[in-house]
């Protein structure tokens, strides 16, 4: 079975500090691995995905996540962040089969202070 | 392309109440997805359908009910509801072709509230 794990249900930053959002995945298949975010009331937008190939993916509004097989991590990072970075952030895994859906984590809330 | 929509936005329902919720997407998408999402829970996949005429139970699915008589809609159906029910749950869709890594495309939800 797969799952993932969001380490810290909630992150706080400053702006301009460093934005570093946890996600270990269990899986025994190759996985999937995406980031989405969510803006309060809104639905979730795709930040990012990793298929295959390139372990370092980028994303919108500069984010990017690496995935390390050996750690069965995928971590979400940015270099800078912004008061508009502020929302939840979800981690998610599916698997190489059709139909199958996202398997969330729980969701981390990321707050920026000015 | 409107994307994905879904009706009503909110919703109170009294205990043993039954409602639909809508979610239509303009896409032509085959697959499509209800969850529900908790507070500090993530969310749960209720129901999902292939194409028209399949569905299929996913984790959390009792209580609920669904249909997929076209490509565009998938409604959600609760027929007695229970404080258990209240949430917010979201309607996605999947490109054709099902390949699991395309991007799944999200509605703006509907806030349930069971009383």
């Known amino acids: 079975a797969q799952s993932v794990t969001q380490l810290g249900s909630h992150v706080s930053v400053s702006e301009g500090a460093l934005v570093l959002l946890r996600c270990n995945y269990s899986s025994s298949v190759p996985p999937y691995l995406f980031w989405y975010v969510q803006y309060p009331n809104q639905g979730l937008q795709l930040l990012l995905k990793?298929?295959?190939?390139?372990?370092l993916v980028k994303g919108i509004n500069g984010f990017e996540a690496e995935f390390k097989k050996s750690e069965t991590s995928f971590h979400l990072t940015k270099p800078s962040a912004h008061m508009s970075d502020a929302a939840e952030y979800f981690c998610?895994?599916?698997?190489?089969?059709?139909?199958?859906?996202?398997?969330f984590g729980k969701g981390t809330t990321l707050s920026v202070s000015s | 392309n409107a994307g994905v929509t879904q009706t009503p936005k909110f919703r109170i329902l009294k205990i043993g109440q039954s409602m639909t919720l809508q979610c239509t997407q303009d896409?032509?998408?085959?697959?499509m997805y209800w969850y529900r999402q908790d507070p500090g829970m993530g969310l749960k996949l209720i129901y999902y359908?292939?194409?028209?005429?399949?569905?299929d139970k996913g984790e959390v699915p009792n209580g609920y009910n669904v249909s997929r008589s076209t490509t565009e809609d998938f409604p959600l159906r609760l027929e007695l509801a229970a404080p258990s029910q209240t949430s917010v749950y979201f309607c996605?869709?999947?490109?054709?072709?099902?390949?699991?890594?395309?991007?799944?495309?999200f509605g703006p939800g509907t806030r349930l509230t069971v009383l």
């Open positions: 896409m032509n998408h085959n697959y």
């Open positions: 998610a895994v599916t698997k190489n089969q059709a139909g199958t859906a996202l398997i």
């Open positions: 990793y298929t295959t190939g390139a372990t």
């Open positions: 359908s292939v194409g028209a005429g399949i569905t």
């Open positions: 996605a869709s999947r490109p054709t072709g099902g390949s699991p890594y395309n991007e799944q495309f």
